[in-house]
């Protein structure tokens, strides 16, 4: 279960809210293709919901220099494959879902405002329109690095990853650092250990060709865009804390560069995950 929010970050707008549930299991890693031969395999599931709003919510009029009102619910189906000689990891996931008033991100919104008695975002007439919204994304990590000292371990991984769709169409490229004590070595193969803490830093630069959230809806004319830049940077910091071998929690924060013409300053976000196994 994941749950990311932008008031993390002290300020309300743009990528205001997301949420996750997932669900995954073991997956015989014969059953599905990959570029490498592969020794593990997992299945996953997740339902999640994102919300977008202008920075200014509290007129009806419609914000021409900022981005839309925009809600999506989602339904994701994955397949990931590791191949521990080599240290890779594959994810391919399928998305499927609607963009617009059928997402219930209005609702949500109105629900979270009413809950913390905020102020009512006033401009949800102007949200993109009902869209259906079909996704393909492919991931693929490899480990660099791998080094342990002083009583902490620590990795190095290098990420690509590209998606095609009418939601989103990008490919990025990424590095991720981990420190801490007993960091997971995810293809060893051995049970993790039951106590758990480090620290995640990484960083990706993501090429954009389109995104509905700022070019807007793409099979229905008309509505609110703006003219979305190039090139996005995210910048992660993250802490993980696993209390036993079946409950972890995690903290990442994230700092987004500009993503449309008019943006005066970046985006920041935290997200707040728990992991239950059995």
């Known amino acids: 279960m994941t749950w990311e929010n932008d008031l ?73 494959r590791r191949d521990r000689r080599r240290h890779l990891q594959d994810r391919i996931t399928l998305t499927l879902g609607v963009v617009g008033p059928a997402s219930g991100a209005e609702e949500a919104h109105d629900w979270a405002h009413d809950l913390t008695g905020s102020s009512p975002a006033e401009g949800w007439t102007h949200q993109l329109r009902n869209e259906p ?12 690095a791998r080094a342990s000292a002083l009583g902490l371990d620590a990795d190095l991984a290098a990420n690509l990853d590209l998606a095609l769709g009418n939601v989103a169409t990008n490919a990025s490229l990424g590095a991720t650092l981990r420190v801490g004590l007993n960091v997971p070595d995810e293809y060893s193969g051995n049970a993790p250990a039951q106590a758990r803490l480090y620290l995640t830093a990484g960083a990706r630069l993501r090429a954009v060709a389109y995104d509905i959230f700022l070019d ?25 804390l696993a209390v036993s071998d079946r409950v972890s929690f995690t903290y990442v924060h994230t700092y987004r560069t500009p993503q449309f013409d008019g943006q005066r300053r ?3 976000f935290g997200s707040f995950s728990l992991v239950v196994s059995w």
């Not at 707008?13 to 997932?22: E, S």
């Not at 919204?133 to 660099?144: E, F, K, P």
């Open 133 to 144: 919204a079909i996704g393909l994304r492919y991931a693929l990590s490899t480990r660099l």
């Open 8 to 80: 993390f970050a002290g300020r309300d707008g743009h990528y205001t809210n997301g949420a996750v549930v997932a669900l995954s299991g073991r997956l015989g890693p014969a059953l599905l293709p990959a570029p490498f031969h592969a020794d593990q395999g997992e299945w996953e599931v997740t339902l999640g919901q994102q919300i977008y709003t202008p920075k200014d919510t509290s007129t009806r009029r419609l914000v021409r220099d900022d981005r839309p009102y925009a809600g999506y619910a989602y339904l994701g189906l994955s397949a990931v």
């Open 266 to 268: 970046g985006d920041q």
């Open 216 to 240: 807007g809806n793409l099979l229905r004319s008309g509505g609110h865009r703006v003219r979305k830049l190039p090139l996005v940077a995210d910048v992660e910091v993250a802490l993980t």
